[in-house]
């Protein structure tokens, strides 16, 4: 009979180590996902960051173009008109 409640108070024994290695497990595996999800929000972030970085930088770059293209624009105009003028003393 004692050796009856031995076994079973062993088998109750290694169920309750299972059991909070069971816990333990789960636990770890919850903590995994949220340092996942954590470092998913931060790269998303700095995705966003990047992006908003990047077209912050294309719209500098287009209007630098731009204002490129005018001051060209105006030079060339200026030579056109010097040519013109020169043309006609000529």
């Known amino acids: 009979m004692q050796e009856r409640e031995t076994v079973i108070s062993n088998l109750t024994e290694s169920l309750s180590k299972a059991e909070l290695q069971l816990t333990l497990s789960v636990e770890d595996f919850k903590k995994e996902v949220e340092n996942l999800r954590e470092s998913l929000t931060q790269s998303e972030e700095e995705r ?28 060339i105009d200026e030579l056109e008109e010097q040519m013109e003028e020169k043309e006609q003393q000529l």
């Open 48 to 75: 966003d960051k990047y992006l908003a970085l990047s077209e912050k930088q294309h719209t500098q770059h287009e209007r630098a173009i731009e204002s490129t293209q005018v001051r060209l624009q105006e030079r």
